[in-house]
């Protein structure tokens, strides 16, 4: 380990504050190694204030730049970032556990969306001139920034989601306090410094640390225009609940999901068993588009089972600097819900094929052990076959009938990914109309999205504001005009007006 840990406190108008006199902290210890303490977190909340008064202060000189001006301060930051790679790798590694390859593939796309954004999703906000808008009047299309924008990270992701939203609404033009997770202000400190060294103008990006009250106070504050927000669903709806009144906010909220992989008697087995090893298991479950039931067709159900069970018995679990294919679990909360799902699951009907159990390893964690169970009977009620459990631990499901296989698909409440893999382009097409999920992929596992395209879902998964090639439009504001330059013409007067 090559990084200080040396607590900075906030990343306020260009400048780092400490809370000299603190509300409250919190130590933020390494999930893969407890003997890891990284960093003891000081906040205040006060420093919400700071940093929301120094974004707004910053926001029209930031504005008023050129775009190219501001594109070339998002391409210096992400020169810095290919600089500072292998720190943010390491911050990632720490704070969540993900194994080095999972942190590696999660640097690679912060650096890569300052690109995408840039050269792709600027597209999507050019100015648009309308000729004969209305009779003998231009009409043009533009778009500007909104203002302050708040962003409040997720753990899982800690780097490449808040950055997905940060991007976008710097390049055009609005300033950021960003608040990363209790569960991973390392990443956030680090991605700070970062910026730190890209030198923005003062007070264009911000970072506040702290608990949920300081999240609170970042969402309803006044100079907030627009809340980007990460996380579970409850955690949304009480986002949504507590911005009822500020009706001027935007509010982009992705809010998690339990996805569906269906398997169909045509589907290529091989590739559908290793991608739903990938869907299911990745991250150790921990991301908000990883497959929580698998839907088999009743012909290939008995041999895709018995090899995904033979294949998830052998994945790898340990610490982040060997490289296995599963990190731990976030923390302690983590696993105690993770090992009470296995027991609802047993409770309502459902065979355990594979325990899911905590693991003891050599370095102390929160580790646990990839689970299976085979859904005896599908009961939308059920909390086990609607909740999102968000762990390694996968459904499995018998059907002969597509219909009923959507009808299942679509039972949850959430509706972010569905996978489908098989031949029948007609089916797919079905599942297009039919399934409420904001993403659909043929022949690829439910998880790892691209930023060259939108990312949202539906139901309790999101709000209609999809990130990824999508997250610059939430952040700008389309202005509509009409352009007259023509004289006055006398004769057009509508009746009843006399101009002497």
């Known amino acids: 380990m090559s990084l200080k840990n040396e607590y900075r406190g906030d990343y306020i108008g260009g400048r780092w504050v400490e809370a000299d006199r603190p509300d409250g902290q919190f130590k933020d210890i390494s999930p893969g190694d407890l003997k890891d303490e990284i960093l003891v977190v000081r906040f205040r909340h006060d420093h919400v204030d700071l940093a929301c008064q120094a974004a707004k202060d910053a926001y029209l000189p930031w504005a008023r730049l050129p775009l190219l001006e501001r594109k070339a301060y998002l391409l210096r930051l992400k020169e810095i970032f290919e600089v500072k790679k292998k720190d943010l790798i390491e911050a990632i590694c720490r704070d969540t556990g993900k194994p080095l390859w999972d942190a590696t593939g999660e640097a690679t796309a912060v650096i890569n969306k300052i690109d995408i954004t840039v050269n792709q999703s600027v597209a999507l906000v050019q100015d648009e001139h309308i000729p004969n808008a209305l009779p003998g009047v231009e009409g043009m299309i533009r778009f500007k920034p909104r203002g302050v924008m708040s962003v409040i990270g997720p753990f899982n992701f800690p780097a490449h989601l808040p950055n997905g939203h940060i991007v976008p609404a710097l390049l055009m033009g609005n300033t950021v306090v960003f608040k990363p997770s209790e569960q991973t202000p390392f990443v956030g400190q680090i991605y700070a410094q970062i910026f730190a060294e890209a030198n923005f103008p003062a007070g264009v990006f911000n970072l506040v640390q702290g608990d949920g009250e300081a999240g609170r106070r970042l969402v309803t504050h006044e100079f907030v225009d627009g809340v980007l927000f990460t996380g579970s669903y409850e955690v949304g709806q009480k986002i949504k609940q507590a911005t009822l009144d500020h009706h001027w906010k935007i509010l982009a909220l992705e809010m998690g999901g339990k996805n569906a992989t269906v398997v169909w008697d045509d589907a290529d087995i ?30 290939i159900a008995d041999q895709f089972t018995e090899r995904f069970y033979q294949a998830a018995k052998k994945l790898t679990v340990g610490h982040w600097s060997e490289n296995p294919f599963m990190g731990p679990l976030i923390n302690q909360q983590a696993v105690e819900k993770y090992l009470r799902f296995q027991e609802i699951a047993n409770r309502e009907n459902c065979e355990s094929l594979m325990r899911g159990k905590a693991l003891e390893l050599p370095k102390k964690g929160h580790y646990v052990t990839p689970s299976i169970h085979l859904v005896q009977k599908f009961d939308p009620q059920s909390v086990y076959q609607k909740s999102e459990i968000f762990g390694p631990n996968v459904a499995i499901y018998r059907t002969q009938d597509f219909a009923e296989t959507l009808q299942i698909v679509n039972s949850t409440g959430y ?7 098989g031949k029948n382009r007609e089916l797919y097409e079905k599942a297009l109309l039919e399934a409420r999920v904001g993403l659909l992929n043929w022949n690829r596992t439910t998880n790892g999205a691209s930023s060259r395209l939108p990312f949202g879902g539906m139901g309790k998964s999101g709000n209609d504001r999809p990130s990824a090639h999508f997250a610059i439009q939430y952040c700008a504001v389309p202005v509509a005009s009409l352009e007259d330059s023509t004289p006055l013409d006398r004769s057009k007067f509508v009746p009843g007006i006399v101009l002497e």
């Not at 990938?278 to 991250?283: F, K, N, R, T």
């Not at 509706?415 to 893999?421: D, E, R, T």
């Open 270 to 299: 091989d590739k559908a068993i290793y991608e739903t090893l990938i869907g299911a298991y990745m991250s150790t479950g921990q991301r908000c588009s990883c497959t929580s039931r698998v839907i088999l067709h009743d012909k």
């Open 415 to 421: 509706g972010l990914v569905m996978a489908l893999f």
